[in-house]
Nanobody
Framework: QVQLVESGGGLVQAGGSLRLSCAASGSIFIMGWYRQAPGKQRELVAE???????NYADAVKGRFTISRDNAKNTVSLQMNSLKPEDTAVYYCTAVVNNWRSWGQGTQVTVSS
């Protein structure tokens, strides 16, 4: 099982920016970020394949950017123009051999 260690997150005012990072214990085919707000289901934020193709949730398109460093087995999520509705626990995720692993989660809180 892949180990994922997240960093970043915190409290920011609406319109501000945050950057999340995640380091994996090995090479990964798909890396990405999901989020879960209180009382809601976990949802995809963005994901990126090893070749660089990306997929974003409609709610974050144009505001968030996902990137990865295959040499370092890391993935980052640059979050700009944050909104209160972006408040959630953000989870790093990785898919290897059709098995999905999760990080421990990091809290992102956007105040209005």
């Amino acid at each position: 099982q892949v180990q994922l260690v997240e960093s970043g997150g915190g409290l920011v005012q609406a319109g501000g920016s945050l950057r999340l990072s995640c380091a994996a214990s090995g090479s990964i085919f798909i890396m990405g970020w999901y989020r879960q707000a209180p009382g809601k289901q976990r949802e995809l934020v963005a994901e990126i394949k090893s070749a660089g193709s990306t997929n974003y949730a409609d709610a974050v398109k144009g505001r968030f950017t996902i990137s990865r460093d295959n040499a370092k087995n890391t993935v980052s999520l640059q979050m700009n123009s944050l909104k209160p509705e972006d408040t959630a626990v953000y989870y790093c995720t990785a898919v290897v051999n059709n098995w999905r692993s999760w990080g421990q989660g990091t809290q992102v809180t956007v105040s209005s």
